[in-house]
């Protein structure tokens, strides 16, 4: 009775430390993913190396064909959400969290041909 008592108190202390080491574990990659976040934020704006959009100001809406058989002709915008999503998606940036910065970065929420250029960046980035 003794032993297996001693058995139970053992499976049930690990079973509690294991929670524990669980939740800092957690708490420590929810801080590493505001740091990212914040890193892409910062990146992606005027000059950063995620800035796709400081370098076609006043060309926003030239096309160019992106793809041919069949022809494909993108705006320059269009171009560089979809090479903005290209470089999060290789990096292992998930769709949800690429829309939720792209709405930070913009201040406003995304809008459906949107949604559609970042699924062509992760796309490519897959393939």
């Given amino acids: 009775m003794k032993k297996l008592f001693t058995a139970i108190l053992i499976f049930f202390s690990a079973n509690i430390f294991a929670q524990t080491i669980t939740k800092d574990t957690t708490l420590k990659d929810t801080t590493l993913k505001i740091e990212i976040r914040n890193k892409i934020l910062t990146d992606s704006k005027d000059g950063g190396p995620l800035d796709f959009w400081t370098p076609i100001k006043g060309h926003?809406?030239?096309?160019?064909?992106?793809?041919?058989?069949?022809?494909?002709?993108?705006?320059?915008?269009?171009?560089?959400?979809?090479?903005?999503?290209?470089?999060?998606?290789?990096?292992?940036?998930?769709?949800?969290?690429?829309?939720?910065?792209?709405?930070?970065?913009?201040?406003?929420?995304?809008?459906?041909?949107?949604?559609?250029?970042?699924?062509?960046?992760?796309?490519?980035?897959?393939?």
């Fill in 60 to 127: 926003e809406y030239d096309g160019e064909l992106i793809q041919k058989d069949p022809d494909i002709i993108a705006t320059k915008r269009e171009i560089a959400v979809i090479k903005w999503a290209f470089v999060l998606t290789k990096n292992g940036i998930k769709k949800k969290v690429i829309i939720s910065i792209y709405e930070e970065l913009k201040g406003r929420k995304i809008r459906e041909d949107e949604i559609q250029l970042i699924d062509m960046g992760i796309k490519k980035a897959a393939g």
